[in-house]
């Protein structure tokens, strides 16, 4: 990266109003980490409890996904190694009147639709829906293969208070880019 280019990506977090920005492994002691620095920021900025409890509420759900759901790429098929194991991406921002937490991680094409109508039929849902479909899937859920019952994006949504912001950017014949964004007033 040319030297002028860090000054235009200081200048482009500043103008998003930036708080915390992470690229990499996502690990526990990462998660640990993240929680305890954001915990520690919202306590300077927020001065409502209900706020901070939502946002920090919504970033654990986000990171949790981030470590459970992520998928593993290494090489490509020339063997060239492409991307770091596990990688992904978190910002959270602060504007005027919201938060912002976004998500940026590897899904396997074969999975993307599923999420897609999952996310879609959580954002037709109203409060009352979604705390219903939260109840169901916490009382009649199975655990997947990674350990969880499917609740985050719901609690997310549930949290949050509003639709749920994402897209699917194609990486290669493998693996699209999932890009969430979760705003929280």
Known sequence: MALDNIYELYKTMERDHTMLSFKGVVTPD??????????????????????????YNVLVECLQNLYHHNENIQEDEEGINLLFSKSALLMISKNDDHYEVKTGNYIQKGNAQELKDKLDDINSMNKDELRSLYKSVLNEGELSDKGTAGLGMIDIARKSGNKLEYSFLPVDKKFDFFCLNVKIN
């Open 30 to 55: 990462l998660l640990s980490s993240v929680l305890q620095i954001m915990e520690s920021k919202l306590n300077h900025v927020e001065k409502s409890n209900k706020t901070k409890k939502k946002v």
